[in-house]
């Protein structure tokens, strides 16, 4: 995968040895793990990232309110702090959705 990566961009072998070249003459050879451990540090935090947002695009894929029973909705009404005794379910609903936006 490397040579194909390096081939997109267009870098060929004497390219990459001065690069290395000029990154250990900017940041020192000391520094060079210090400034691998960061970058690895970085990957995972965009990875983790990018699962924590799948994560948040399956909750949107959740089923519709109005595909669970009254019951669990006027429960879940009550802890947004919703008004819910003697109010139909639909006025229920409607104002858990302008709380969720």
Request: aromatic share 2%; proline share 5%.
């Amino acid at each position: 995968m490397l040579p194909t990566t390096l081939a997109l961009l267009g870098l060929g072998g004497e390219e990459i040895v001065l690069v290395l070249v000029i990154i250990v003459i900017f940041f020192g050879a000391a520094k060079i793990p210090e400034l691998a451990r960061a970058m690895g540090r970085a990957k995972g935090e965009f990875q983790k990232g990018a699962q924590e947002g799948e994560q948040m695009a399956s909750v949107k894929d959740a089923p519709p309110i109005e595909a669970v029973d009254e019951q669990k909705v006027r429960k879940a009404a009550a802890e947004m702090g919703i008004a819910t005794e003697g109010r139909p379910i639909s006025d229920i609903k409607a104002d858990m959705r302008a709380r969720m936006g």
